[in-house]
């Protein structure tokens, strides 16, 4: 069984402060992680994965997340918040070949 | 351009009334699936496919069937469609099957049902 439970549903980030979205899994099996975003009206597009090479993972547009298998965590972090990262963002979980579990989602919004 | 493609983007019909959601992918892609995302409970999968003629069911399957006649294609059919099942619809593909490949997704399909 998999799951993912993202911890905050919205966050708020004045622009050029760092951005902290949260995300914890389980996992029978070791995990497969992503994290895509979704901007208003579009599809979703991936930012970054984990698929047990490096746990620092490096994204696009600035993003990174590391994953902590002692903590079973895998938070995205930006340190430099843009009005183009407003937008929602979801956790996703691969433990087997064929299912992807999704979080709920993050809301971004970016003051200016 | 790569891209996975839907038809239609928005759709209203009534309960009962049997409709098809089209997919189409041009990445020669073997594993596609679809998604309903509804608020709250992010996106959860409905049905999948790993390549043609083999497709399996996902975490909230009931209400709808799929085929994959055809590589590149994996409609999505609602036989009686229901209220419950006014969500928006995402289609997606990859080259391999979830666990490690990036999914590529369409762009949605806004359904109502009344």
């Known amino acids: 069984a998999q799951s993912v439970t993202q911890l905050d549903s919205h966050v708020s980030v004045s622009e050029g402060t760092p951005v902290l979205l949260r995300c914890n899994y389980s996992s029978s099996y070791s995990p497969s992680l992503f994290w895509y975003v979704q901007h208003p009206n579009k599809g979703l597009q991936l930012l970054l994965k984990y698929t047990s090479a490096a746990t620092l993972v490096k994204g696009i547009n600035g993003f990174e997340a590391e994953f902590k298998k002692s903590e079973t965590s895998f938070h995205l972090t930006k340190p430099s918040a843009h009005m183009s990262d407003a937008a929602e963002y979801f956790c996703v979980v691969s433990s087997n070949d064929y299912k992807l579990s999704f979080g709920a989602g993050t809301t971004v919004t970016v003051r200016a | ?114």
């Open chain 2, 1 to 114: 351009e790569a891209q996975v493609t839907q038809n239609p983007r928005y759709l209203i019909t009534v309960t009962g009334k049997k409709l098809t959601v089209t997919c189409s992918q041009n990445m020669n892609h073997e594993y596609m699936s679809w998604y309903r995302q509804d608020p709250g409970l992010g996106l959860r999968q409905i049905y999948y496919s790993m390549n043609v003629e083999v497709t399996d069911k996902g975490d909230v399957p009931e209400g709808y069937k799929v085929s994959r006649k055809e590589k590149r294609n994996f409609p999505l059919i609602l036989e009686s469609p229901s209220p419950n099942q006014t969500s928006l619809y995402f289609c997606a593909s990859s080259f391999g099957a979830g666990r490690t490949y990036e999914q590529y997704f369409g762009p949605g399909t806004r359904l109502t049902v009344t």
